[in-house]
């Protein structure tokens, strides 16, 4: 059984410019140890992001990352047991809102094809939003 847990929140405004590749460094490095896969969505002023793995693992990261002064307003949307990863292998997949928003929504609904409908309601609805502001 591993967990899945999805959490949305908010951009520092004061922290400057958050610069995804940062978080993402350290993400894949300790994620690729932990063995913690996910997704991450960001568009500069919200984060949205799952992260699969071993209870214990996905608790611990999760403890480090709600503590990050980069992000705050920190709100768990999902938290449920699965048996198979539903979001891939990625160590954690990034997506960014792009230039071609209509190649972006598409490609946001193929990642989650296999989440629960919850889940994949709202990265959904995450990554429609975006494309509409
Ligand atoms: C939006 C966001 C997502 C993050 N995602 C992860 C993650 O998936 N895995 C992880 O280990 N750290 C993640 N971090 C970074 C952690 O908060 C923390 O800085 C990092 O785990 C510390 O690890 P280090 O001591 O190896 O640098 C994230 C941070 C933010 C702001």
């Not at 847990?5 to 405004?13: G, I």
């Not at 693992?57 to 980069?70: K, N």
């Amino acid at each position: 059984m591993l967990l899945q847990l999805v959490y949305v929140s908010s951009a520092r405004p004061d922290a400057g410019t958050v610069d995804p590749a940062a978080i993402l460094n350290s993400s894949r490095r300790n994620n690729t140890r932990d063995g913690i896969t996910g997704l991450l969505y960001s568009d500069h002023k919200r984060f949205l992001q799952a992260l699969e793995g071993p209870e214990d693992r996905v608790e611990e990261a999760f403890a480090r990352i709600s503590g990050d002064a980069r992000h705050r307003a920190v709100v768990v949307l999902s938290r449920r047991f699965i048996d198979a990863r539903e979001f891939g292998d990625w160590a954690m997949a990034h997506q960014s809102s792009p230039a071609d928003r209509d190649a972006f929504v598409a490609r946001v609904g193929r990642m989650v094809a296999k989440a629960s409908p919850n889940v994949r309601a709202t990265f959904e609805s995450f990554a429609k939003v975006r494309r509409a502001a």
